[in-house]
């Protein structure tokens, strides 16, 4: 059975307008829903699709700035959806496909300067996969940023931040034999060696830019997602002013 639902009740729209208001110029003002579920072939999907809106500091609606993001978020997770519907196609019927995957999304940074909306997925199918998406609204010009963007130009952010994460790895690992991270392993290519360019980041409550790395990325399977946040004195000649505390 497959719903699609849409938030149009206007006493939970009041309500999203009074709980979720995410800073001056940006706010989540409406949901969809996807959910589907396949009892016979035991597979069932729920996917939250947010529709946010970025109004500027005169008051008036960012339409461009919307619209990009909304893109952006919306397309990332109907290729969740999509993958959903094939691989239901791809199960005949009499078998069971055991696959189970849930996608919502939550607000990880909401200051005077930035906001982060997070997305995180879990895929179940015999063991279970996780992975998130972050996206980063400079409230100051309302448009989507990228990690490069907090810094200056002609640094060496990517080196300071990887050693600073890989610091805390081992530091990790001595302290609790039960973490282990891909780091000084016997097969080197397996070795975590510097962050992305699409890094997923956010900024912590105490101020500190924080990466979240997917399951499988940097660690084994039990250890999930894993976050690092980078103490700020490490970046604080090289970050432009404004983003971190």
């Known amino acids: 059975m497959l719903v ?10 009041n309500a999203m307008e009074q709980v979720p208001v995410l800073g001056a110029i940006v706010k989540i003002v409406n949901f969809t829903t996807y959910s589907d579920k396949q009892e016979k072939k035991q597979m069932e999907a729920t996917v939250r699709v947010p529709e946010v809106k970025v109004i500027g500091t005169d ?3 960012l339409t461009r700035e919307s619209k990009e993001l909304n893109a952006a978020v919306s397309g990332y997770l109907d290729k969740i959806i999509q993958r959903y519907k094939k691989d239901v196609a791809a199960v005949s019927d009499g078998e069971e496909g055991h696959e189970e995957i849930t996608s919502d999304y939550r607000i990880v940074t909401n200051n005077e300067r930035l906001f982060s909306l997070r ?12 992975f998130t998406k972050i996206y980063n609204i400079d409230k100051k010009t309302g448009k989507m940023i990228t990690l490069k963007d907090l810094f200056h130009e002609g640094n060496d952010y990517k080196k300071r931040i990887s050693d600073s994460i890989k610091e805390q790895m081992r530091a990790q ?10 780091l000084d392993d016997d097969q080197p290519e397996w070795d975590f060696k510097q962050i992305k360019d699409d890094a997923n980041f956010y900024i912590s409550d105490n101020g500190e830019l924080t990466f979240v790395f997917d399951k499988y990325e940097v660690a084994p399977g039990y250890m999930g997602l894993v976050e ?10 090289i970050v432009k002013d ?3 505390q």
């Not at 699609?4 to 006493?11: A, E, F, L, Q, R």
């Not at 690092?228 to 000649?237: A, C, G, N, Q």
């Open 4 to 13: 699609i639902s849409v938030n149009v009740s206007p006493t939970v729209a």
């Open 59 to 61: 008051g008036k609606p």
């Open 119 to 130: 997305v995180d997925t879990v895929i179940a199918m015999g063991g279970s996969d996780s």
């Open 173 to 182: 690992m001595k302290k609790d034999s039960s973490k282990t991270y891909f």
């Open 228 to 237: 690092f946040s980078v103490p700020t004195e490490k970046l604080s000649d």
């Open 242 to 244: 404004g983003y971190l």
